[in-house]
């Protein structure tokens, strides 16, 4: 057997290793959704719990007004939340018109806190801790600056945490509202739905696992007290956060009928600065918490320590070999005697992809249609290759980034 031959084996290998992962929890994850479809979300009993709603908004003049209107209009005594916007060192109309909006609803609990370069502008953790200082609420929820979240929402997410002490944090989904708009916030539709969604129901089904989406998402005032606030290093606070979550013993539930609608990106310039900042942020989450893998109290959240690794350095690196090899094969620079062998794994892997993608979309109501299939086809030869180099330039961005130790700022993602 060739050097080629055992590389490409071992890429095969691997490759083939995290697509039955996946496949696995799109199962269980399907089976959370039937299981939920005719369950009601638990009843909220006794007095409704005070909750704090932040927005961390910078330069979002083109969405705030929507989102804070929506919030306003949440299904929850208007008497039990405040909405806390963050306008973090904005240059736009943010100010005004969140001004404005104070004006028009004088009764309510709004509150705007207005940033400078000085104490703001040093990205979304340093905003959610600004925010959370004149916050009062027992419980914490979070909504992105473009979020419009459906009535229910809060009361939903309200509900099942204070149903069950062991949760430290449930979190909803977000829906792609423009995904119409372009063959972009199509495959972004399909990503969500399959790649986020199912596996975060996959992962609580089997695991008692989830992470938080960065939006839609509540916890209690006590964790972020007890964890000192949000790192300010992490892009991806979220995701760092959850960890944090994990390691004092909490659960963070995943509750899909609590749903908010956000603006995805719509051209392939904004969503890859979009995307690169969230490998970026979630490879640095990765090192910081790659000890606990050692650590024998932290094992409850191997699985996703692994799982993340896996999918950041192993998935990436392996395709990158297979592909090259088969190039090289091809063009008679290197022999492979499982060339043949390989070409017919990666066949079937994209049939096990596009078969699997789409049973995930029949849980949503408009997304099962036949349509979609050629919408999935044409996402693996494109939309997920272009997932190689968002992993790769968000892993050569974070190796930079610490070699010159650069600060945290804002990564504005364009509104449309």
Same mark, same amino acid.
Not at 94 to 122: C, F, W, Y
């Given at each position: 057997?060739? &050097?080629?031959?055992?590389?490409?084996?071992?890429?095969?290998?691997?490759?083939?290793?995290?697509?039955?992962?996946?496949?696995?929890?799109?199962?269980?994850? #399907?089976?959370?959704?039937?299981?939920?479809?005719?369950?009601? /979300?638990?009843?909220?009993? $006794?007095? !409704?719990?005070?909750?704090?709603?932040? /927005?961390?908004?910078?330069?979002?003049?083109? +969405?705030?007004?929507?989102?804070?209107?929506?919030? &306003?209009?949440?299904?929850?005594?208007?008497?039990? #939340?405040?909405?806390? +916007?963050?306008?973090?060192?904005?240059?736009?109309?943010?100010?005004?018109?969140?001004?404005?909006?104070?004006?028009?609803?004088?009764?309510?609990?709004?509150?705007?806190?207005?940033?400078?370069?000085?104490?703001?502008? =040093? $990205?979304?953790?340093? !905003?959610?801790?600004?925010?959370?200082?004149?916050?009062?609420?027992?419980?914490?929820?979070?909504?992105? %600056?473009?979020?419009?979240?459906?009535?229910? %929402?809060?009361?939903?997410?309200?509900?099942?945490?204070?149903?069950?002490?062991?949760?430290?944090? +449930?979190?909803?989904?977000?829906?792609?509202?423009?995904?119409?708009?372009?063959?972009?916030?199509?495959?972004?539709?399909?990503?969500?739905?399959?790649?986020?969604?199912?596996?975060?129901?996959?992962?609580? =089904?089997?695991?008692?696992?989830?992470?938080?989406?960065?939006?839609?998402?509540?916890?209690?005032?006590?964790? +972020?007290?007890?964890?000192?606030?949000?790192?300010?290093?992490?892009?991806?606070?979220?995701?760092?956060?959850?960890?944090?979550? #994990?390691?004092?013993?909490?659960?963070?539930?995943?509750?899909?009928?609590?749903?908010?609608?956000?603006?995805?990106?719509?051209?392939?310039?904004?969503?890859?600065?979009?995307?690169?900042?969230? !490998?970026?942020?979630?490879?640095?989450?990765?090192?910081?918490?790659?000890?606990? &893998?050692?650590? =024998?109290?932290?094992?409850?959240?191997?699985?996703?320590?692994?799982?993340?690794?896996?999918?950041?350095?192993?998935?990436?690196?392996?395709?990158?070999?297979?592909?090259?090899?088969?190039?090289?094969? !091809?063009?008679?620079?290197?022999?492979?005697?499982?060339?043949?062998?390989?070409?017919?794994?990666?066949?079937?892997?994209?049939?096990?992809?596009?078969?699997?993608?789409?049973?995930?979309?029949?849980?949503?109501?408009?997304?099962?249609?036949?349509?979609?299939?050629?919408?999935?086809? &044409?996402? #693996?030869?494109?939309?997920?290759?272009?997932?190689?180099?968002?992993?790769?330039?968000?892993?050569?961005?974070?190796?930079?980034?610490?070699?010159? =130790?650069?600060? %945290?700022?804002?990564?504005?993602?364009?509104?449309?």
């Amino acid at each position: 057997m060739t &050097l080629a031959d055992i590389l490409m084996l071992i890429s095969v290998i691997c490759i083939w290793s995290l697509l039955l992962v996946n496949v696995v929890l799109i199962i269980a994850g #399907y089976l959370y959704y039937i299981e939920l479809e005719d369950k009601p /979300v638990p009843e909220l009993k $006794g007095e !409704a719990p005070f909750v704090s709603i932040m /927005v961390p908004a910078h330069n979002e003049g083109k +969405v705030i007004v929507k989102t804070v209107e929506s919030l &306003l209009s949440l299904d929850y005594p208007h008497d039990r #939340y405040e909405i806390i +916007v963050i306008n973090d060192n904005s240059s736009d109309n943010s100010r005004e018109l969140l001004a404005e909006l104070q004006a028009m609803h004088p009764g309510r609990n709004l509150k705007v806190i207005n940033t400078d370069a000085v104490t703001g502008g =040093k $990205g979304k953790s340093n !905003a959610l801790n600004i925010g959370f200082a004149q916050s009062k609420g027992e419980l914490i929820a979070i909504y992105d %600056a473009d979020n419009t979240p459906e009535r229910k %929402a809060l009361l939903y997410l309200v509900s099942e945490i204070m149903n069950d002490q062991s949760l430290g944090a +449930v979190i909803g989904k977000f829906r792609t509202r423009n995904r119409n708009a372009s063959l972009l916030t199509r495959f972004i539709n399909v990503e969500t739905l399959s790649f986020q969604w199912m596996a975060q129901a996959g992962r609580w =089904k089997l695991f008692k696992l989830c992470t938080i989406p960065g939006t839609n998402f509540i916890m209690r005032r006590e964790i +972020v007290e007890r964890i000192g606030g949000w790192d300010v290093k992490a892009i991806a606070e979220d995701t760092e956060i959850s960890f944090r979550i #994990y390691m004092m013993g909490y659960k963070i539930k995943f509750q899909p009928k609590s749903v908010t609608w956000e603006q995805e990106p719509q051209t392939v310039k904004v969503w890859f600065k979009q995307r690169t900042r969230w !490998a970026k942020g979630n490879i640095y989450v990765i090192v910081k918490n790659i000890p606990l &893998l050692f650590d =024998k109290s932290a094992r409850n959240i191997h699985f996703d320590i692994l799982y993340f690794l896996s999918i950041y350095f192993l998935l990436l690196t392996s395709l990158i070999m297979s592909d090259t090899l088969l190039i090289l094969h !091809a063009l008679g620079y290197v022999t492979t005697t499982i060339a043949s062998f390989s070409s017919f794994l990666w066949l079937l892997a994209i049939i096990l992809f596009i078969i699997g993608t789409y049973i995930t979309l029949v849980t949503e109501k408009g997304e099962m249609r036949l349509s979609n299939l050629w919408i999935i086809m &044409l996402m #693996y030869i494109s939309y997920c290759q272009m997932w190689m180099v968002v992993a790769a330039y968000g892993l050569y961005q974070y190796i930079k980034d610490l070699i010159f =130790k650069r600060e %945290a700022k804002w990564y504005k993602t364009e509104r449309f």
